[in-house]
């Protein structure tokens, strides 16, 4: 049929005729196709891998199979992305099959933009159903590299592992695609296309977004610290869908200069960059903050705007300490908070410093396995404010996501509401001031994180065997070296919301002076296997809190290779990354 096209370049949409003959839906014949699981966080496959026919319209075709019809017939759906390479074509495939399963209405981000956070906050805003997001996260963009897509629920967080597993029990018998047959959408302006009684709306990736931080941060704080010239602020979007924020909101709303912001402009292959912000692959904005005379707060956000780093002069704050930190001072530096907060929570691999804010300030406090999916229950129920992970996540209950720019506002709060009262040319309390303070008043727990990237599964997998089989001949008071075990085991969760239960989801051994060594495979690459292997220990002594972290970790680091005997298992001499 024919499409009647209105498009409005202001933010306010034109509306339009309906159709009235309706859309016409085929139905086209698929077969199933082999490894459609989902990972930690959706489906992440090589470009060419979804280019192949029908891969990802049968995946679409299945989570629909999955869901019940109440919660998507007539329905509202959100969709965007992080702007990587084949986004524009997956929009079109993905809006047709919802059209072709009877989905009433999708907000697009124009141009297929969308950071996760944006799409937790337009799906709660909108009371929409759900949100597709187009991202493959922090992993390489472009025609040879990664492509994915997660699905996220009406409370704007991640689908649950029970929809995930349907999804992917649907996609071993799906034999029919519903597609509607309609003409490709022009995502490139604003406004809405009707095709009968479904319509497509072009919405600002910005808006909605950062109406929400303006009801959580106090901006004229933050803009009085950016505006000042003895602050030095650097923002590194890399290249990725954070480029599309960072002028918006850090620019023309809080008043940081425009070359304040690096690499903001987002690409399809970002740059050729791997977005992930951390020591490795965010060099360039570690050499800068490392410099002499260097910047005074430094941050970078990942491929969908989820993640984030943060830096100080020479200083790096590693991500179990910066969701402590936040958590200590949100209540007096942010106003979204202003009334307390209900509760604090980490992953399970996370060191160690969030629980001792959570001692002190007397708050309910959680442990959950890593995923930003298991806070979400958490904060539904009401119990749940403040949480993090060590793989550079951050955020709050304002959405169910992590949210990059919110952890970067929060530490510009804090830094801000500490020197609100100090004059021109007085020092102003640092990054590393904050930190160091901190840790005087809760100890330091020392925490380094090693990742085997792209090793061969089968290895991998045995060393996960070994290492599990030494867990279950292991008791407590085991003599590991200099470290006496107080338990072993293989992590295992039940939400005390929902009462699910997860398993295996690490294998740690924790020492009686609260040291731990723990062991995961990454459920986010795309090839092979990933080894991690996360180290801490607890240090109360102020004395020796400016020791660097390899080296304060040098034993236990030791014992963790030597015990899971991961060299021989992966043939890895080294590590790939070390956070
Ligand atoms: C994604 C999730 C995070 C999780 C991380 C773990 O970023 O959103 O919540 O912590 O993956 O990744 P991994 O590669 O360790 O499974
Ligand atoms: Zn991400």
Same mark, same amino acid.
């Given at each position: 049929g024919?499409t009647?096209?209105?498009?409005?370049?202001?933010?306010?949409?034109?509306?339009?005729?309906?159709e009235?003959?309706g859309i016409k839906i085929k139905?086209?014949?698929?077969?199933?196709?082999?490894?459609?699981?989902?990972?930690?966080?959706?489906?992440?496959?090589?470009?060419?891998?979804?280019?192949?026919?029908?891969?990802?319209?049968?995946?679409i075709q299945?989570?629909f199979?999955?869901?019940?019809?109440?919660?998507y017939k007539n329905g509202?759906l959100?969709l965007?992305?992080?702007?990587?390479? +084949?986004?524009?074509?997956?929009a079109q495939i993905i809006i047709k099959i919802a059209a072709g399963n009877g989905v009433g209405k999708i907000?697009v981000?124009?141009?297929?933009?969308?950071?996760?956070?944006?799409?937790?906050?337009?799906?709660?805003?909108?009371?929409?159903?759900?949100?597709?997001?187009?991202?493959?996260?922090?992993?390489?963009?472009?025609?040879?590299?990664?492509?994915?897509?997660?699905?996220?629920?009406?409370?704007?967080?991640?689908?649950?592992?029970?929809?995930?597993?349907?999804?992917?029990?649907?996609?071993?018998?799906?034999?029919?695609i519903k597609i509607a047959d309609i003409l490709d959408v022009? %995502?490139?302006?604003?406004?809405?296309t009707k095709f009968g009684s479904f319509s497509v709306?072009?919405?600002?990736?910005?808006?909605?977004?950062?109406?929400?931080?303006?009801?959580? +941060?106090?901006?004229?704080?933050?803009?009085?610290?950016?505006?000042?010239?003895?602050?030095?602020?650097?923002?590194?979007?890399?290249?990725?869908?954070?480029?599309?924020?960072?002028?918006?909101?850090?620019?023309?709303?809080?008043?940081?200069?425009?070359?304040?912001?690096?690499?903001?402009?987002?690409?399809?292959?970002?740059?050729?960059?791997?977005?992930?912000?951390?020591?490795?692959?965010?060099?360039?904005?570690?050499?800068?903050?490392?410099?002499?005379?260097?910047?005074?707060?430094?941050?970078?956000?990942?491929?969908?705007?989820?993640?984030?780093? %943060?830096?100080?002069?020479?200083?790096?704050?590693?991500?179990?300490?910066?969701?402590?930190?936040?958590?200590?001072?949100?209540?007096?530096?942010?106003?979204? +908070?202003?009334?307390?907060?209900?509760?604090?929570?980490?992953?399970?691999?996370?060191?160690?410093?969030?629980?001792?804010?959570?001692?002190?300030?007397?708050?309910?406090?959680?442990?959950?396995?890593?995923?930003?999916?298991?806070?979400?229950?958490?904060?539904?129920?009401?119990?749940?404010?403040?949480?993090?992970?060590?793989?550079?996540?951050?955020?709050?209950?304002?959405?169910?996501?992590?949210?990059?720019?919110?952890?970067?506002?929060?530490?510009?709060?804090?830094?801000?509401?500490?020197?609100?009262?100090?004059?021109?040319?007085?020092?102003?309390?640092?990054?590393?001031?904050?930190?160091?303070?901190?840790?005087?008043?809760?100890?330091?727990?020392?925490?380094?994180?090693?990742?085997?990237?792209?090793?061969?599964?089968?290895?991998?997998?045995?060393?996960?065997?070994?290492?599990?089989?030494?867990?279950?001949?292991?008791?407590?008071?085991?003599?590991?070296?200099?470290?006496?075990?107080?338990?072993?085991?293989?992590?295992?969760?039940?939400?005390?919301?929902?009462?699910?239960?997860?398993?295996?989801?690490?294998?740690?051994?924790?020492?009686?002076?609260?040291?731990?060594?723990?062991?995961?495979?990454?459920?986010?690459?795309?090839?092979?296997?990933?080894?991690?292997?996360?180290?801490?220990?607890?240090?109360?002594?102020?004395?020796?809190?400016?020791?660097?972290?390899?080296?304060?970790?040098?034993?236990?680091?030791?014992?963790?290779?030597?015990?899971?005997?991961?060299?021989?298992?992966?043939?890895?001499?080294?590590?790939?990354?070390?956070?």
């Amino acid at each position: 049929g024919s499409t009647i096209r209105v498009t409005s370049s202001s933010s306010t949409p034109s509306t339009t005729i309906a159709e009235p003959e309706g859309i016409k839906i085929k139905s086209i014949p698929t077969k199933p196709i082999e490894g459609q699981k989902t990972g930690t966080s959706g489906l992440r496959k090589k470009v060419k891998v979804f280019m192949q026919d029908n891969y990802l319209a049968n995946w679409i075709q299945a989570l629909f199979n999955s869901l019940p019809p109440e919660d998507y017939k007539n329905g509202l759906l959100v969709l965007g992305g992080d702007g990587r390479y +084949f986004n524009r074509e997956a929009a079109q495939i993905i809006i047709k099959i919802a059209a072709g399963n009877g989905v009433g209405k999708i907000l697009v981000g124009q141009e297929g933009i969308l950071s996760t956070p944006a799409v937790s906050a337009v799906i709660r805003k909108r009371k929409a159903n759900g949100g597709f997001i187009m991202s493959a996260s922090h992993n390489p963009g472009g025609p040879e590299y990664d492509w994915g897509i997660k699905f996220n629920y009406s409370s704007g967080q991640p689908a649950p592992e029970s929809i995930t597993d349907k999804i992917y029990g649907n996609t071993l018998s799906i034999s029919v695609i519903k597609i509607a047959d309609i003409l490709d959408v022009d %995502i490139s302006k604003v406004g809405v296309t009707k095709f009968g009684s479904f319509s497509v709306e072009v919405i600002d990736p910005v808006s909605d977004y950062l109406e929400l931080l303006e009801t959580v +941060f106090d901006f004229q704080l933050i803009k009085g610290l950016l505006s000042r010239p003895d602050f030095r602020f650097i923002f590194d979007a890399m290249h990725a869908v954070t480029g599309a924020y960072a002028k918006p909101i850090l620019v023309d709303k809080l008043g940081a200069s425009l070359d304040s912001i690096s690499n903001g402009i987002p690409l399809e292959d970002f740059g050729h960059g791997h977005p992930d912000p951390n020591l490795t692959y965010a060099k360039d904005l570690v050499n800068i903050l490392y410099a002499e005379n260097g910047p005074d707060f430094g941050a970078a956000s990942d491929g969908d705007g989820d993640r984030n780093m %943060i830096l100080g002069r020479s200083f790096f704050v590693t991500p179990s300490d910066s969701v402590a930190v936040i958590a200590a001072n949100a209540r007096e530096a942010v106003p979204y +908070f202003k009334n307390g907060v209900k509760g604090l929570a980490r992953s399970m691999p996370t060191s160690g410093a969030l629980d001792r804010v959570a001692e002190k300030l007397d708050l309910p406090f959680f442990e959950v396995p890593t995923g930003w999916k298991f806070f979400g229950n958490l904060m539904d129920a009401g119990n749940l404010s403040v949480c993090g992970e060590e793989s550079f996540g951050t955020g709050s209950d304002h959405i169910r996501e992590k949210d990059g720019i919110w952890a970067v506002l929060a530490w510009l709060s804090i830094i801000a509401h500490r020197n609100k009262d100090k004059k021109p040319g007085e020092k102003l309390i640092s990054v590393s001031d904050i930190v160091t303070e901190h840790w005087a008043t809760y100890g330091r727990n020392f925490f380094s994180r090693y990742d085997y990237e792209e090793c061969e599964s089968e290895g991998a997998n045995k060393m996960i065997e070994h290492l599990r089989d030494i867990v279950s001949k292991s008791k407590p008071g085991d003599q590991y070296g200099s470290y006496v075990l107080q338990f072993a085991d293989d992590f295992a969760y039940t939400d005390p919301v929902d009462g699910s239960v997860v398993s295996k989801q690490g294998v740690r051994f924790v020492f009686t002076d609260g040291s731990r060594i723990i062991y995961r495979l990454s459920g986010t690459g795309s090839a092979g296997a990933t080894v991690r292997v996360y180290i801490e220990q607890f240090e109360p002594d102020v004395s020796k809190h400016d020791v660097d972290a390899q080296i304060a970790l040098k034993p236990l680091i030791d014992l963790a290779i030597s015990m899971s005997k991961l060299k021989d298992f992966t043939g890895r001499e080294k590590p790939t990354v070390i956070t």
